[in-house]
């Protein structure tokens, strides 16, 4: 597609459930980012993806959440025994390296989770 | 460490101010790149600007304006003569090679333009 594409928009979950997010970025892009948006708050960093890799995973909150990358495009946040403080917009982004283009990251429409 | 500060949470102007949005970095690379992004009330992030740590020209697009100064770390944003339509949240970015580039951002500052 044109743009990254996330899926679902909206998902509502009762707490201790497992939800799983999807990215797939823009074709081309090597890297890939997760954040995640609080209500009326900045953006948190989650993970970020060069390719299938991840070299750096400090932004995950707990054991409970983890990501990963296949075939250098499409990637899958999951969250394990959701709580109701995991209730964000996750957002995720790619972006080609800044060496070669702008660098600029795109973003996608996020998708939100509520967890009751 | 990777820092991006942004202390201004909210500023409020009215309309045909000049505001400036400031925007305070910390990195151990010599190779980096700050980014400014704009997230209306519709919610999606909208790249604004991009400027590399070896290139310290000050830019200006139309209204916006950009002022990059290594020697204090800083890549402020200023609106002249704002409207309404500049309300938004503003984030500063700074992203450096770690293996990959990665970008983290400042916790962003609402502006509110009040016609």
């Known amino acids: 597609g044109a743009g990254v594409s996330q899926s679902p928009s909206n998902k509502v979950t009762e707490k201790g459930k497992d939800v799983e997010l999807r990215c797939d970025p823009i074709?081309?892009?090597?890297?890939l980012y997760w954040y995640r948006q609080s209500l009326g708050q900045g953006l948190e960093f989650l993970i970020y993806?060069?390719?299938?890799?991840?070299?750096?995973k400090s932004g995950l909150p707990s054991d409970r959440f983890s990501a990963e990358r296949t075939g250098g495009s499409v990637s899958t946040l999951t969250i394990q025994r959701t709580q109701q403080e995991d209730s964000a917009v996750y957002l995720c982004?790619?972006?080609?390296?800044?060496?070669?283009?702008?660098?600029?990251?795109?973003f996608g429409e996020g998708s939100r989770l509520t967890v009751l | 460490a990777q820092k991006v500060t942004q202390a201004q949470t909210e500023i409020s102007v009215v309309e045909k101010e000049d505001v400036t949005l400031d925007c305070v970095y910390e990195?151990?690379?010599?190779?980096?790149?700050l980014f400014w992004y704009k997230q209306p009330p519709s919610g999606e992030l909208v790249f604004l600007i991009r400027?590399?740590?070896?290139?310290?020209q000050n830019e200006i697009s139309g209204r916006y304006s950009w002022n990059f100064q290594k020697s204090t770390s800083s890549f402020n944003f200023t609106i002249t003569a704002s409207q309404v339509v500049d309300s938004a949240v503003y984030f500063c970015?700074?992203?450096?090679?770690?293996?990959?580039?990665?970008?983290?951002f400042g916790a962003g500052t609402r502006l509110f333009v009040k016609a």
């Open positions: 993806f060069q390719g299938n890799s991840a070299p750096d």
């Open positions: 074709s081309g892009h090597t890297a």
């Open positions: 400027r590399n740590s070896f290139d310290e």
């Open positions: 970015a700074l992203s450096e090679n770690t293996g990959g580039f990665k970008t983290i």
């Open positions: 990195t151990r690379d010599t190779t980096y790149y």
């Open positions: 982004a790619s972006s080609s390296p800044p060496g070669l283009a702008n660098g600029e990251l795109f």
